[in-house]
């Protein structure tokens, strides 16, 4: 299944390219974008799912992927957090492509994701000489996602 883990992280990242493109240049990321993502990517993860675990670790997954996306949306709400409806909408699509169904693999997941945010914060300080802007969540959350798959090989 090694074979099926490489094709889904080479999957992402051509997928990843036109959605961090575009959140980096307007600050947005397209509800076609992510359509089109989800067409691809939720197919493909509920295929290899099937052939590894079986069907109650697909509804699981797809079950607690919902439940994610609605506790970051109220998380986002209720903090005032500038996260756009695009990266929740984002964050629910990855979460749903991992299949992920414990709370120890999504907290792995979001440290990839916060130490890319890391570097995101770390590159945009030193060009720009100032925290403040706004900075494009959606290549931090890809590059988070993509290493988070790799070092699961």
């Known amino acids: 299944m090694v074979q099926m883990r490489i ?6 990242a051509v997928i990843s390219f036109p959605i961090c493109k575009y959140d980096i240049l307007h600050h947005r990321i397209l ?21 590894q675990h ?21 998380a986002s709400i209720m903090s005032g957090m500038s996260l756009g409806m695009g990266d929740i909408k984002l ?3 990855l979460s749903a492509v991992l299949a992920l169904t414990t709370l120890v693999q999504y907290m792995d997941w979001l440290v990839w ?7 995101n914060l770390f590159f945009h ?5 100032t925290i403040r802007g706004r900075i494009a969540f959606a290549p931090s959350l ?7 798959l790799a070092t699961r090989i």
């Open 91 to 93: 964050i629910t699509l």
């Open 7 to 12: 094709l889904q992280i080479l999957i992402l």
């Open 31 to 51: 509800n076609s974008h992510l359509l089109k993502s989800a067409a691809i990517l939720i197919p493909f993860t509920v295929v290899v799912e099937l052939l």
């Open 113 to 119: 994701v916060i130490a890319c945010s890391a570097i």
């Open 54 to 74: 079986g069907y109650l670790d697909i509804f699981r997954a797809m079950l607690c992927s919902a439940l994610f996306g609605i506790a970051i949306l109220i």
């Open 125 to 129: 300080v030193v060009r720009c000489r």
């Open 142 to 148: 890809m590059a988070g996602t993509l290493v988070y």
